[in-house]
T-cell receptor
Framework: DSGVTQTPKHLITATGQRVTLRCSPR?????VYWYQQSLDQGLQFLIQ???????AKGNILERFSAQQFPDLHSELNLSSLELGDSALYFC???????????FGDGTRLSIL | DAKTTQPNSMESNEEEPVHLPCNHS???????IHWYRQLPSQGPEYVIH???SNVNNRMASLAIAEDRKSSTLILHRATLRDAAVYYC????????????FGKGTRLSVIA
């Protein structure tokens, strides 16, 4: 158990819809990362937050947004969903410099 | 981040040692070498990391070449539970920067 909790584990929805994925980092971890894993693109970094502030952006689409709340949990919002958004979405957290990232078990998003 | 090169797949017998290679010829002086693995239906899991010296922990050992252009992850006795995709990643500070995953090495363990 990594200590990182992601909900829901599975999400099935239709094209054009909007969903919210939730991540609770390990206790004390200030950094939260979101990654997307698809069959054709592999694991790709989307966005990072540190103590409530956006710190780095990767290949995140404009239809996607995220935030980190004062209690440090984070949400990834995906809107106007397309078939190609079907993927595993992982959240990771880290306590700080030179420390490993710890990953949750992901949310599997299926767009029908 | 500098690029790493790993074999697509490897196979090992159970209870035998496994040596997973990684080439990183363009590594910079501040890059740490990290290994993560991803078991089926799970998120990536940290295995080990090092800078210059060889490192050991309860999961594995990391052998780093003297010129740092390559490294080897060593699993001393492979078990069926070690079947996973192993990723070798370079990062100057994995705690504060995103990880860049390549395709990794898919390790199969045969009973």
């Amino acid at each position: 158990d990594s200590g990182v909790t992601q909900t829901p584990k599975h999400l099935i929805t239709a094209t054009g819809q909007r969903v919210t994925l939730r991540c609770s980092p390990r206790s004390g971890d200030l950094s939260v990362y979101w990654y997307q894993q698809s069959l054709d693109q592999g694991l790709q970094f989307l966005i990072q937050y540190y103590n409530g502030e956006e710190r780095a952006k990767g290949n995140i689409l404009e239809r996607f947004s995220a935030q980190q709340f004062p209690d440090l949990h984070s949400e990834l919002n995906l809107s106007s969903l397309e078939l190609g958004d079907s993927a595993l979405y992982f959240c990771a957290s880290s306590v700080g410099s030179y420390q490993p990232q710890h990953f949750g078990d992901g949310t599997r998003l299926s767009i029908l | 981040d500098a690029k790493t090169t790993q074999p697509n797949s490897m196979e090992s017998n159970e209870e035998e040692p496994v040596h997973l290679p990684c080439n990183h010829s363009t590594i910079s002086g501040t890059d740490y070498i990290h290994w993560y693995r991803q078991l089926p239906s799970q998120g990536p899991e940290y295995v080990i990391h090092g800078l210059t010296s060889n490192v050991n922990n309860r999961m594995a050992s990391l052998a780093i070449a003297e010129d740092r252009k390559s490294s080897t992850l060593i699993l001393h006795r492979a078990t069926l539970r070690d079947a996973a995709v192993y990723y070798c990643i370079l990062s100057s500070d994995s705690g504060n920067t995103p990880l860049v995953f390549g395709k990794g090495t898919r390790l199969s363990v045969i009973a």
